[in-house]
């Protein structure tokens, strides 16, 4: 422990007013219509006697950072337009710098992370495909046999479905991801903690669960934070963003439209 008897105070925000664009760029005007105000602040312990009062014990963090790319470091980027007005503009290879960054860091997670049996069926995979040259497709870990939670941040509704898919998660375990971004928007670094706020009101943290905290931005990089309940967690009477609201989710969602292929 690095500071032991010490108390931290993590504060998590996202203030679209210092990003607010006023131009004409489509590439810059997307933040605007995604990303909202959001804030939320968490205090830590390494105090032994605050066990007995602590919702959650933190187990294990990571981060990936990505940045000596320039495709990754430019893919989120404030600057100025043509017009000489600052914004925060998203390129096209953004979802490839993603999913480029996650791949690195959910290999640096799982071994951590993942049980026994997940671990050797991803090795035995490896073997076939890169040793014996076996043409089958890459295994993908099971993770829900090691977090019984994910609050994965809210980049936007495609991010999502891109990650419920390369995970293989069900609905359940994308729905307070989902309400998050549907009801607060994106709320940057705090969305994974209104996430959690969303799993504590519906009941369903117990004690000894799991949650994974996924966060990823502009860099390009990742943050993980593994958490262990220590208690069952009641729901919130009130300190909660889902206040007077919580019954009336999960809302259904709209599927995608398809994309027409005209040429």
């Not at 990003?19 to 605007?32: A, D, F, V, W």
């Not at 071994?111 to 076939?128: G, R, T």
Request: hydrophobic letters at 35%; aromatic letters at 10%.
């Amino acid at each position: 422990m690095v500071h032991p008897n010490s108390y931290a105070l993590v504060l998590s925000t996202e203030n679209e007013t210092s990003s607010i664009y006023r131009g004409n760029n489509p590439s810059m005007m997307l933040t605007n219509c995604l990303f909202r105000m959001g804030g939320s602040a968490a205090l830590l312990s390494s105090h032994p006697s605050d066990r007995c009062r602590s919702k959650y014990q933190l187990i294990h963090t990571l981060r990936t950072h990505v940045g000596a790319d320039d495709n990754s470091y430019k893919c989120v980027f404030q600057e100025e337009d043509e017009a000489h007005k600052v914004g925060v503009s998203l390129s096209k290879e953004l979802m490839n710098v993603a999913r480029d960054a996650l791949k690195i860091h959910i290999t640096s997670l799982g071994p951590v992370v993942l049980p026994i049996s997940e671990k050797v069926k991803f090795v035995v995979n490896f073997v076939k495909r890169k040793f014996l040259k076996i043409m089958i497709e890459a295994y993908v870990p099971n993770f829900t046999l090691a977090f019984d939670h994910f609050c994965i941040h809210t980049g936007g509704r495609a991010v999502l479905d891109r990650m419920q898919k390369s995970l293989e998660l069900d609905d359940w375990h994308m729905e307070p991801s989902r309400m998050t971004l549907y009801r607060f928007g994106n709320t940057s670094s705090s969305s994974v903690w209104y996430e959690l706020a969303y799993c504590e009101a519906k009941g369903r943290v117990k004690k000894g669960d799991r949650v994974w905290q996924m966060a990823f931005g502009s860099g390009f990089k990742v943050n993980t934070a593994v958490w262990v309940a220590l208690k069952n967690i009641e729901p919130p009477l009130k300190n909660t963003p889902w206040r007077d609201e919580i019954d009336d989710f999960p809302v259904k969602l709209n599927p995608p439209k398809p994309t027409s292929n005209n040429k």
